[in-house]
């Protein structure tokens, strides 16, 4: 019986231990969980409880076309961010009112935000005016503050609007070049962390610890701000003149491959873009010139005939009898003028456009080598611009090709083109044969200006002779002469040219009646290309379908400032004809400046709005011949407030933040040169000026006293 108890006894203890061990071990169990797997998340949760961090956005790199002038930039304003745990209940009215009347914002939003006291910082408004921002830093109340915010802007608005894109609020690159080379732009985050005790108020003598932002990166266009504000210019009156739905355009330096300018109408302000409404934004912010595919209409003759030349399948004495329509493969193919042209050669072709006369050199050339050709120059291929949305085009495949969609062909129907790729195409015709791929990204360079990558054409490839070139240019002439494109001819200059018009298909495809696309292409000056000018409209109205009417007035606008610009002569000019020496107009008023031009004789072009000189071309010392124009370029008052001279303050002995709220307030930005408590220095030094937006570089140190506290304390 004794050793029964004895044995029940001993099992009690060992149950009892065994019990005692698991508990043990789950306690241990938990106490790892806690310090080992949520130790971060223990650290986060009691440091959101003693101090509060306000992140300062980072200064998005700015773009800039080819000379340096700035498209788009960002620029400094304050966001409101409340301390719900500052808040004292008695106040708590009285704050909601203030801000109330002061943002517009609906007072039950505000005491909502602000009666979330699990929070130390909950953000109310972003991007407020500079009125709105002395009106918050009046109230002097600890549960509310401002912090630094990033705005992007526009200088010029409704300009290169859909290549450059346009950010979210937040500073997200959304739509083109902003959202394409978003990674390179947006630069890195930095923060304010501020010691505070439970209810949110700063401790005395609290640390502070400033995070400085990193700037993005800088982008440089190959874009020229003056030959594209020729082209803004000269479609926004296209499409008042024609009533035209939508017209695309682009520039290129044919020599390089260079885009010079890039415009679709129409186009909207990219500091205000409609985002209240998805459909018109998604419309409005689609880059036509390279998504927009469509049938060119007979202008792709042009290639037809330069395929045709380089095989030998016609040479240059080439003559066809037009007698307006002939059959092939069972379909009879028409040509655009009643009765047919007669017996043409091949200036008269191009002169007229005439559809079979393109449609008879594609058969002669036959299926093989004109799609050899459609490949060289481009089409059915992407440029590989660096642009979201580029479109290919479409090509029917060789295999199924039968002599009457060669035909077609010929003519520019049964394919479809993107703008951009018809004035790659036609800048490879007229510069000698060279397929020379497009770009539009120059270089990329830091903050500093220091050059991190440039640019360059991707494929250079040589696919017509010098003979061939010459020849297709002699005709472009001479269409522009006597011909189609006579109505893009400018006195004193010899350019070449092509005006075509397509019919437009409905989604069955189906003709649409009296519903076309008109389209130009041409050359300046045609004996030696430097430009070249692609236009496309698309459903001008009324009697204007035609290129000749609808596109090529409108290049012709762009030459006629675009060639004094580039300082290309006209045959009329006399070398012993002396220009005028470009005086400085920056930063007078237009009014002033305008007397200043017209007292040397001094023609000139107003783009922008508002009454400052910002820019001008040329530059200072500069001659502008007496056939070219000065370009003034003018901002708006209030934007002139971002260029303002400030007296840089005293900042020694101050605390980081009260550096920080201080160059604030002046519209400066600080750089940290080092960690400390205590401005120690500054530079540029105190009493100097400096523009709004500017950096001062601060040195910070731990005064003695502070050392031998963190001393004692250590011991």
Known sequence: MASTDALQRKRLRFLLSLFIAVILLLVVFRLGYWMIVKSQWLKDKASSQWVRELPIEPQRGNIEDRNGNILAASVTSDTVVLHPKAIKEEELEDLVNALNEILGIDKDIIEKKAKKTNYSVVW???????????????????????????????????????????????????????????NILHGTPGSIVTETDRDGQTLPGAVEEYTDPIEGNNLKLTIDLAIQSYMEKALKQCIEDTGAKSASAVALDCNTGEILAMSNKPDFDNNEPPRYDMDLLRELTTNNAITHAYEPGNIFGVFAAAAALETGAIFEGYSFDCEGDFTTHGSEIYCWEDGGHGLVNLTEAFKNGCNLTFADIALKTGTNQIYDYIYKFGFGQKSEIKLYGE??????????????????????????????????????????????????????????????????????????????????????????????????????????????????????????????????AVAAPIDKPRIVIYIMVEEPEGDVGFGSYAAAPYAKMILEEALPYMSIMSDSDSSSVSGHEMPDILDLSLGDAKSVLNERGIDYVVEGSGNVVVAQYPDVGEVVNPYSKALILLEDEDDQDLKKKVEIPDLEGLTSIEAYKKLEELGLKIKVKSIGSTVYSQYPMYGDEAYMGDVIEVTFYYPPEEENDETEQGD
């Open 391 to 520: 479109s290919q085009g479409d090509i029917l495949s060789p295999k199924y090709v039968e002599s009457d969609d060669l035909a077609e062909i010929g003519y520019g129907q049964g394919i479809s083109v993107t703008t951009l790729q018809m004035a790659a195409a036609f800048s490879a015709v007229v510069n000698g044969g060279n397929y020379i791929s497009p770009y539009i990204v120059k270089e990329i360079t830091t903050p500093e200006g220091e050059l991190l990558e440039s640019f360059n054409a991707q494929k250079y490839e040589q696919i017509l002779s010098y003979t061939t070139s010459d020849i297709i240019c002699d005709l472009l002439k001479a269409s522009v002469q006597n011909g189609n494109g006579i109505t893009a001819s400018i006195y004193g200059y010899d350019i070449g040219g092509f005006a075509g018009s397509a019919k437009k298909y409905d989604s069955n495809g189906i003709i649409i009646e009296d519903s076309h696309i008109a389209t130009f």
């Open 124 to 182: 109310l408004k972003r991007q407020i005016t500079q009125e709105q921002s002395q009106q918050i830093k009046e109230l002097d109340s600890g549960g509310v503050s401002l912090t630094e915010d990033k705005k992007r802007y526009y200088p010029l608005g409704s300009f290169l609007t859909q290549v450059l894109g346009f950010t979210s609020v937040d500073g997200e690159g959304l739509e083109g070049i902003e959202s394409r080379f978003d």
